[in-house]
């Protein structure tokens, strides 16, 4: 794979990889909190964006190797994977003339998002986010979409159930066999569900699978070939049914979320970065369990106990 843009030392190891012929992956390290994966996808005269970035500073970097790449073709279209902020708030920073999709539910997702304007304590620094406004898509999605620049078809997919949130869509080139999952692949992090659905999340690695890709841009953490996708979706699915099992212990316990986490032996999942998700992942597994919504400000700050401190960013 060919970096073709570097971000500079603002940004250390940020670069636009060209992951297949006309198809770039924007990878940000080291993934964690805040600090996303993106990219871009040419055909004919135009150019399809995947994801924006969390703040101007990133969001400038990742546009800016995108023309580089492509001087001569216009955005014309942009994608969100889902509504997350990481994924979203630069999405203002988009030429007003390109045309942004997103699954219906990401869209009415971010429209209640109050994060970019206050952002809470939960984690540490508050993040710079320059100056950005929330842009929600034009269009939206409800189970699927192609899309034909030139002569390649790129696919939006929605799994069809709530797998990292309820408005899921991945990017799948078939004439190239890519497809960028947003954040229905975290590989290397602990993998984060805190408003989604565990067994969703389980159900969408078949899903995903059943596409044998070739390569694989996951929404944060490095690109993955057929190999390292195989198994970051068994070591998932492991986890996955780990934080579910606790879970199930954790109720028949009568303990909280935070009593499950401080209690389970998480010695098996140390290689992971961002292990205060387990936290978060437990609420989500609870509500699930019990047929009730999560209450996110009550997960993040179960996190923040259990870290001690408020959670980490670097973004
Ligand atoms: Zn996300």
Known sequence: MNAIGQAGPALPGCRLL??????HAWVQPDGTWWINNAGCVAGGTSVLVVDTCTTERRTRAFLDAVTAAHPSRSLEFAVNTHHHGDHTYGNSLLPGSTRLIGHENMRAGLLKDTTLGS?????????EFGDLTLRAPELTISSGMSIHLGDRRIELLHPGYTAHTDGDVIV???DVRVVFTGDLLFPGH???????????A????????????????PGHGEVLDAAGFAETLAEHERYYRFVLAESRRGLAEGLTPLGVARS????DWTHLLDPERFVLNVHAAYAELNGVPVVRSAALADAVAWLGHPIVTRV
Do not use: H, Y
């Open 119 to 127: 952002f809470p304590g939960f984690w540490e620094p508050t993040p």
């Open 190 to 200: 602990t993998p984060m569900i805190m408003v989604g659905s565990p067994s969703g």
């Open 18 to 23: 060209e992951v297949a012929d006309g198809v």
């Open 264 to 267: 389970a032996d998480l010695s």
């Open 172 to 174: 799948w080139i078939p």
């Open 202 to 217: 389980i159900d969408c690695l078949g899903w995903m699978a059943s596409l044998r890709p070739a390569v694989v841009v």
